[in-house]
């Protein structure tokens, strides 16, 4: 006969972290399978990172959501799939941006619109590239419109197009 008696406490450890794994787990899935109704999209089967896969047009994009931290809030974030070498990051103007800015740390891209300028900070590694895509009032007025529904970061990195939300839940 097994003489467990030595591993119960490691058994006894393995239990309580999976029953709180899954409880937290639930209330993302739960959100997940909502989304998933309306997008058409099916959810991971990865125990450990649940990700809603959806295709929208021939492009495929997942959606995850991710817990809070220990100082971080949940977070939304939407992965769109799409290869080509062009690199975007668009974040919101805040006092750090203007202090980098005056001591020229940051050297953002101008878009040429004044007031998008003002509120955004642009950086690419295609400046040119960059331009076109905001020559485009549409692609700014999307840019906006996701900023102001809480979304704090989009990031086009290559491979992939990345916006991230917080406080999801």
């Known amino acids: 006969m097994i003489y467990l008696q030595p591993f119960f406490p490691f058994i006894i450890f393995i239990v309580v ?16 399978r909502n989304l998933s109704n309306q997008l058409n999209g099916s959810i991971s089967n990865i125990i450990f990172c649940p990700t809603l896969n959806c295709e929208y047009q021939g492009l495929r994009f997942f959606i995850t959501l991710i817990p809070p931290g220990k100082s971080s809030p949940p977070y939304l974030k939407i992965s769109l799939i799409k290869d080509s070498s062009f690199k975007l990051m668009i974040y919101k ?3 750090f ?10 050297h953002k891209i101008k ?25 485009n009032e549409n692609m700014k007025n999307t840019i906006k419109e996701l900023f102001n529904n809480g979304f704090y970061h989009l990031l086009a990195n290559g491979k992939r197009i990345i916006i991230q939300k917080p406080d999801y839940i």
């Not at 709180?20 to 959100?31: D, E, G, H, L, M």
């Not at 941006?97 to 940051?106: A, N, Q, T, V, Y």
């Not at 040119?128 to 895509?133: E, G, L, P």
């Open 17 to 32: 972290f999976f029953a709180i794994f899954y409880v937290t787990n639930r209330k993302r899935r739960k959100v997940l």
């Open 93 to 95: 103007e805040g006092f």
């Open 97 to 106: 941006s203007h202090l980098g800015e005056k001591l020229r740390i940051i």
């Open 111 to 135: 878009t040429n619109d004044e007031s998008f300028d003002r509120d955004f900070l642009v950086f690419s590694n295609n400046p040119a590239q960059a331009a076109i895509y905001f020559n």
